[in-house]
């Protein structure tokens, strides 16, 4: 394989700039557009959802097969892996932290602090990113048995609780500090195996946990709160508490965002269709981006049909403003960073490729009811030569081309991840 140069990528940049005007698409529109775009990378690729708490397995129904070596096995590693990463992803974007990932002292969750995470926020100010938060409701003995903010046991409530409410003034104070607002995202895993008879009283337990958890206003400048969704886990095949429909309309009512992750739905279920309807009632939304595959709901993000659509939905929408569109995924079966970079890379080109849709041909074609000339139109859009856009997108934002790319991350498992034993 021999490697493109700067002059290679941009002459075919050039020719790409042509084809798409022959599109009715401009390319440097689309470029400037790409700018303003930024994603929520997910701390949690880095070590298998681990964190840095304890040597405790992963709960909650969710996991990580495959043991490949060389994972992130502390801070110093994590935030050297994820500068990485970064290194590799064109723009400017956010970085998703997970409760578990305290690095600044121990605190049981309960009794987290903003203080607990303070190198996370000099970090943060010092790689110029925003920070994005989330309560960690698993891997921990309260979460045992697989319920806490539903729980039976008022006392076990009561302890999630207050870590929903550390998990808020953490988010504000991040946000505060970064002139960002963070988005606090609550998942929690509580369901049932198999058929429960009581569906009722968990859900009721839960709304009324929330509501504890809500409580206290905090400032939309500086956090934005957001519950998330599931169909089922491991251990919870038959009955999920926080269902689509039970945190859909505590959202709604409560003026909370819901968050739809893609793994988290029937199978042929698109969670792009759900931007419009959502939008309409919702002030703004959060995705979690992943890849479901049989059972499995976090694989690593690629370009597919359900990806693209979801950016194009976006943009047809003209909803950028209002969604907000952060990673979820992990697979500890491969090089942790080629993991987080090929799925970010897949999920800015998802974006770069809607914003170079040929929409005013599509639209046109709509509106005649021409379907046949529409359907041809987003097959003739899948050949356009997006590619050589990307690399130009690369190439101007000081990030490895694809090609390149590619050789970073072997270099960087040869001279860093393999020396970890
Ligand atoms: C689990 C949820 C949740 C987690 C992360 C670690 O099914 O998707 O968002 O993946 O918070
Ligand atoms: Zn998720």
New binding site residues.
């Given amino acids: 394989m021999k490697t493109r140069g700067t002059d290679e990528i941009k002459a075919d940049y050039e020719q790409a700039k042509k084809t798409y005007a022959a599109w009715g698409v401009d390319t440097e529109k689309a470029l400037a557009r790409m700018a303003e775009r930024s994603i929520s990378i997910?701390c949690?690729q880095g070590d298998d959802?681990a964190g840095f708490e304890s040597e405790g397995p992963l709960s909650?129904?969710?996991a990580t097969t495959g043991n490949h070596p060389g994972k992130a096995r502390n801070w110093g590693e994590l935030k050297a892996d994820l500068e990485k990463a970064l290194s590799l992803i064109p723009g400017q974007h956010r970085v998703n932290v997970?409760a578990l990932y305290a690095n600044g002292g121990k605190a049981d969750r309960d009794q987290q602090k903003p203080e607990h995470f303070r190198p996370w926020i000099d970090w943060a100010k010092a790689q110029k990113v925003k920070l994005d938060f989330?309560g960690?409701f698993?891997s921990h003995p309260k979460a045992a048995d697989g319920l806490t903010l539903s729980h039976p046991d008022a006392s076990i409530r009561e302890f999630w609780i207050r870590h929903a409410q550390a998990a808020r003034e953490i988010g504000e104070a991040m946000g505060r500090e970064l002139g960002s607002p963070s988005v606090v995202?609550l998942?929690i895993?509580d369901g049932s195996k198999d058929l429960p008879v009581d569906r009722l009283s968990p859900r009721k337990r839960l709304k009324d946990s929330l509501d504890a958890a809500f409580a206290k206003k905090t400032d939309p400048k500086h956090m934005k709160d957001a519950v998330?969704c599931?169909l089922f886990?491991i251990g919870s095949e038959s009955y999920v508490v926080g269902s689509h429909e039970f945190y859909l309309g505590y959202a709604l009512r409560n003026k909370v965002m819901p968050?739809f992750?893609m793994?988290?739905f029937h199978p042929t279920e698109s969670v792009a269709d759900k931007i419009s309807s959502t939008l309409l009632w919702a002030d703004e939304l959060l995705l979690?981006v992943?890849r479901g595959v049989r059972w499995d709901?976090?694989h690593v993000v690629l370009l597919g049909d359900e990806l693209r659509l979801l950016a194009e939905e976006i943009t047809r929408c003209d909803a950028w403003s209002r969604v907000n569109f952060a990673l979820?995924?992990?697979d500890a079966s491969i090089n942790r960073i080629a993991a987080w970079a090929v799925g970010a890379r897949s999920a800015m080109k998802a974006i770069l490729i809607s914003h170079l849709e040929p929409i005013e041909a599509l639209r046109e074609a709509e509106k005649k009811g021409n379907f046949g000339r529409r359907l041809a139109l987003v097959e003739a859009n899948k050949a356009l030569p997006f590619g050589a856009v990307w690399d130009k997108f690369c190439l101007d934002k000081g990030v490895p081309h694809e090609q390149a790319c590619l050789e970073s991350i072997d270099e960087y498992e040869a001279s860093v991840l393999s020396k970890r034993k």
């Fill in positions: 997910h949690w959802v909650g129904g969710i997970h989330n960690s698993f995202n998942w895993p998330e599931k886990g968050c992750d793994g988290h979690h992943s709901s976090d979820d995924y992990f």
